[in-house]
């Protein structure tokens, strides 16, 4: 009888543990369940994919690199003329659309003023020598050299917004709705672009001020 009791003790607490083994194992699973969710809802907003706005400013990157590359090789007179037309236009649709919508959303989301203010200001030098080459057109004497420079400039920028510590990882890292950035950023890209195909300039607003897109984006991300 002892025997048959001690051996019943034994399968009970067996099966206890093996409970509460099953328990716990739920519990873990739930909660990688969760924080998968969390992490895809995360991802959600803060992009990762090719239409997320810090895709769509890189690509903007890559755009005007190849087109420096082109000039850089370029031999005819009319073929410089036509890239540097292509780049001035490229880059104007490019800081506007950073000035009016996603910088300002950077600034509300991280209120880094020191990134901030420097992107600024060195789109503020690359637009008043835009405005240079425009101007004088390719039969000046300085515009190759110009354009060499603008390229120097442009490089330089875009190294900061992009590297580890820059302003696209801090942005990434900061929760914002970067594919509804994305989508602002399009939106008015395509809007600049038909305004320049059309025969005007893509210009700042007066004093750089955002048109709403970047304040109204700033208020949806919290």
């Known amino acids: 009888m002892a025997k048959s009791r001690s051996a019943n003790k034994r399968k009970r607490s067996s099966s206890a543990r093996a409970r509460s083994a099953t328990r716990a194992s739920a ?6 369940s969760m924080r998968g969710r969390s992490a895809g809802s995360s991802r959600g907003r803060n992009g990762g994919g ?21 000039f850089e090789s370029a031999r005819s007179h009319d073929r ?9 236009s490229a880059l104007r649709v490019h800081t506007t659309i950073e000035e ?27 637009k008043r020598l835009i405005d240079e080459i425009e101007s004088t057109g390719p039969d000046d004497d300085h515009f190759e050299a110009r354009i060499s420079v603008l390229q120097e400039m442009i490089r330089h920028h875009v190294k900061e917004e992009e590297r580890s510590s820059g302003m696209f990882s801090k942005a990434r890292a900061s929760g ?5 950035l994305g989508r602002q950023l399009e939106e008015r890209k395509l809007e600049l672009k038909g305004e320049s195909d059309a025969g005007g300039m893509p210009r700042m607003p007066e004093g750089g001020r955002s048109r709403g897109a970047g304040r109204d984006m700033r208020m949806r991300s919290h």
């Open 176 to 180: 914002m709705d970067l594919r509804a």
């Open 80 to 88: 410089k003329s036509d890239l540097a037309t292509r780049i001035c």
């Open 27 to 32: 519990r873990t699973n739930e909660g990688k």
């Open 100 to 126: 009016e919508i996603f910088y300002p959303a950077y600034l509300e989301a991280t209120r880094d003023t020191e990134i901030h203010h420097e992107a600024e200001i060195e789109h503020e030098g690359a």
């Open 50 to 70: 090719r239409d997320d706005a810090i895709a769509l400013l890189k690509a903007d990157h890559r755009e005007v690199e190849r087109m420096f590359s082109e």
